[in-house]
């Protein structure tokens, strides 16, 4: 069946058993109708490794076969088909890597007719690097604020003053120090009031709807995570660590999201550094990734255009990796044993973005 939907009355009839509504016309002269779908929830993911299902898992493959998204439709614009239930009520998209491409899959899917998101809820989710500071391989994150760490000033470290921290600086300033933005500036993250999704002006600090995301972690934090040998096993080379004490958790904080994959102790304390920075203070770090402010910005978009609906957003992230190595292991040699798709809690943390990804789905399903 052609992707289309529009060439015969008796393929509607067929594609109409897999839309919330639609209708079809076959005049000579009329351009026919598009079935539309209506989605209650969109299943955001960035990557996938081979095919969709059968083979090893990325972010996509247990919605896919769990949920029974056996329909594919090709959406113009996109890398990768969109995943559909048999009724349309659910489907499930991967549009990354990076922050640039998760703009452009969805900007492309809310332009598509043959979707109505606006009353669509939107599940984020996917793997994440974690700093042993916050937490441990395997943890469930729910994010409050996205800190896009790519949009900066930067010296290369070996020519930095021997003052600075690092070679980052923020945009406004001309030395590490300088007050961001300046008294009184308006996006000030302090002064943001309420619970709604909001963004800055450059749109490098994203925050999430919070009322939504105490919702979730309320309904999940006591969900037991799964935490097998291997995992133990590094968790306690980083025995000294302040969020390595326990096994993996459900918990909430703010992600870091960069284009660079990076790794080492030194990176680590920038990130720390830069998300109290660029929030004013008021977000803790929680996990690392690469895509969520191209995402956010997307939906902040297809809101403004009557499309979507950004504060129906929330975005989950489970922990397959440290973002440092351990006492004793140089960066370098860390980062070289960091393969994707080959983490220690790579498969555990699929599984618990899943697990509790799908007890918020489940309830918006009803």
């Known amino acids: 069946m052609r992707n289309t939907w529009s060439f015969f009355p008796s393929l509607a009839l067929i594609a109409a058993g897999f839309c919330s509504f639609g209708a079809y016309a076959q005049v000579a002269g009329v351009k026919p109708v598009i079935a539309v779908m209506q989605p209650k929830v969109v299943v955001v993911t960035y990557f996938e490794v081979g095919e969709d299902t059968g083979d090893r898992p990325g972010e996509l493959q247990f919605w896919v076969e769990r949920d029974h998204l056996d329909r594919k439709i090709e959406v113009p614009g996109m890398t990768r ?23 452009v899959n969805l900007m492309a899917l809310g332009a598509d007719p043959r979707f109505d998101l606006r009353e669509s809820h939107w599940l984020i ?5 974690i700093s042993p500071a916050d937490g441990t391989v395997g943890a469930a994150v729910w994010t409050d604020f ?45 002064r943001w009031s309420g619970d709604e999704a909001r963004a800055n002006r450059r749109g490098n600090v994203i925050r999430m709807n919070l009322a939504l995301m105490r919702w979730a972690y309320e309904m999940t934090k006591e969900m037991e995570l799964p935490e097998d040998a291997a995992m133990k096993r590094l968790r306690i ?31 680590d304390a920038w990130a720390h550094r830069w998300m109290a920075l660029e929030t004013d203070g008021v977000a803790k770090l929680g996990t690392t ?12 978009a297809l809101t ?3 499309k979507a609906d950004w504060n129906k957003a929330l975005l989950l992230r489970t922990a397959s990796n440290f973002d440092m190595p351990p006492a004793g292991v140089t960066a370098a040699e860390s980062l070289a044993s960091e393969k994707h798709g080959s983490y220690t809690a790579y498969i ?7 697990a509790v990804g799908e007890r918020v789905v489940g309830e918006w399903m009803k």
């Open 304 to 306: 403004k255009q009557g």
């Open 237 to 267: 080379q980083y025995k000294d660590a302040a969020g390595t004490k326990d096994g993996p958790k459900v918990q909430m904080g703010a992600n870091m999201a960069t284009e660079i994959f990076w790794h080492g102790a030194k990176m």
């Open 81 to 103: 088909a969109v995943r559909t239930n048999a009724a349309g009520t659910e489907i499930a998209v991967t549009v990354g890597p990076g922050n640039i491409k998760p703009g």
């Open 146 to 190: 996205v800190v896009n760490g790519d949009l900066a000033k930067e010296i290369d470290p070996r020519e930095t003053p021997v003052t600075w921290s690092d070679g980052f600086l923020s945009l406004d300033a001309t030395m590490q120090g300088d007050t961001k933005g300046g008294a009184g500036w308006e996006d000030d993250v302090r």
């Open 348 to 354: 555990p943390a699929l599984e618990s973005a899943y």
């Open 125 to 129: 989710n996917g793997i994440a690097g």
């Open 289 to 300: 990734a690469m895509n969520d402010s191209g995402t956010m910005l997307a939906l902040q």
